[in-house]
């Protein structure tokens, strides 16, 4: 018997998304979602700022309500689990035992938390962020005065490190590199973050590499690093790795991510990856990535989506990333892992600037501070590759688009 399913395994945003736009194509009848979670495809961005905070309710999570799936014909089978892929008979094969038929399959099951496994991680009251879950979890934990130490100062970690201090907890941060998101943004973005946590009382710790945990009862009660530091919660993000393992076994190939080409085809042309599990050739930065963000995992879903309809893929773009810490919005686009200038505008002091990396005199990349406009225009220009005039960058009373040379 033949098929024209198209069953998308993992059922996060890059699930959603692609479900979505094969609706808007008229193909939702065919299509199946699986996912281990018992939700609705989600965001997950909220989850370590206004979720957590308890400024939105759960159903602002959601990517679309249950009805729009309904309404589409779109299956869902939450709560399970694929334990594998028979590309031989194009079957995926559920933990239950059950057997889905596909002609096309597309693998969207994004990342996990890298786990620490540290002498006494196993003890109680030692969390990782990733799932709705865990912010339950968490959550059910934070009560003033309790003492939370972040291992990792990443966005997550500071994310919730900025939620937890305002909720009244005392706050440790320990990030065992020297400065704060480094792989992310630049130094000077970074020393920023660094002032603004410890401002809002954040006892913060760099160079800190953890040791251990001690506990009591089975209770996480000192996180051992360079001397202890007291603890009734710990939050661990230390970054995260991409679930390829059942395209691993599945005989498909994986480099730091499921390797995809333009069209976000494996090797397999009957299936595809998505989102935080992929890694692809950028044709602007120039090499392979695998990047974690919202608008990587809506980016392959269109374009997924645009390959199985055969119609032409949507423009490749420049890669953005967006935090929230405290009321500062940090913007940035563009990889500039090898710019070769950086130039401030703005004041830090004021918690507004944005840094502009050049190569050679073009705009690879910024960081943006509390600065949308110089984003925007910006995220345009590294798209073009623009050349842009070092002292009308640094020129406050120049528009950023008129840089341009
Ligand atoms: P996911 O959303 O992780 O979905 C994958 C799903 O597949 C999961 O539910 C997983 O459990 C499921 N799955 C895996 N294997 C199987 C299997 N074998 N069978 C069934 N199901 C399976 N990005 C930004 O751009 N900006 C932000 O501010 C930001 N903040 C974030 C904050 C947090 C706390 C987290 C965790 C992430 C944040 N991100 C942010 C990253 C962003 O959420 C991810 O890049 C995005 O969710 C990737 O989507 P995805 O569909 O690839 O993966």
Redo the contacts with the bound molecule.
Sequence with gaps: MTTDAIVI?????????LAASLAQEGLGGRVTL????P?L?????????KY?AGEIELDRLFVKPAAFYEKNGIGLQLG????RIDRGSRTVI??DGSGLPYATLVL??????RRLPLPGSELDGIFY???IA?VAAIRARFEQGKSLVVVGGG??GL??AAVAVRHGLKVSVLEQAPRLMARGVGPLVSEFYEQLHRQEGIDLHLGAAVQSFEGRDGLVRRVICNGGFDADIVVIGAG?LP?V??AQEAGLATADGILVDALCRTEDPAVYA?????SQFHPLIERNLR???????LE??RIAAASICGKPPPAVQVP?????QYDVKLQMAGIPSSYDDAVMRGQPGRRSFAVFYLANGALVGIDAVNRPADFMISKLLIGERARVDRAKLLDEGVAVKDSRL
């Design positions: 395994v993992g059922a996060g945003q890059a699930a959603g998304q699986i996912g281990d979670e939700h495809p989600y965001q997950r961005p909220p989850l370590s700022k957590l399970k689990r694929v334990a559920l933990e969207a099951t994004g990342s996990r938390p962020l990733r799932g865990d966005y997550i994310e919730l995260a679930n393992e059942l998505i989102g935080d599990c992929t990047l974690e963000s919202v608008h990587n995992a392959q879903a953005w990333f967006w935090s929230d």
